[in-house]
């Protein structure tokens, strides 16, 4: 693996990598591509985003856009919740006046 481009993005508190994974056998998961980055660049995995895993055909090559945030709260205010975490996750329950 190694970093093709990294830009510090102050404004939204966090550190944008595009990397290079050269694998053998099928395509990594968006899970295994996850664990992979964040032991290359000493990260927490929950303050880790795989954005984009691109691949052209027939190569053993993947590019992967990762965002690394600074703090759990700005990993909030600027990611989507997946919907199948959402799902998962307890709904509130409405208090009715």
Known sequence: MKIV??????????????????????????????????????????????????????ANIVNILAYTYKDLNSLNKFEKINKKVKKEQPKKQEVKK
């Open 5 to 58: 481009n990294e830009k510090d993005d102050k404004l939204f508190s966090r550190k944008e990598a595009l990397l290079e994974l050269e694998f053998s056998g099928k395509t990594p998961s968006k899970d295994e591509v996850k664990n992979v980055v964040s032991d290359f660049l000493k990260v927490n995995k929950d303050l880790l985003i795989i954005k984009n895993i691109k691949q052209r055909y027939g």
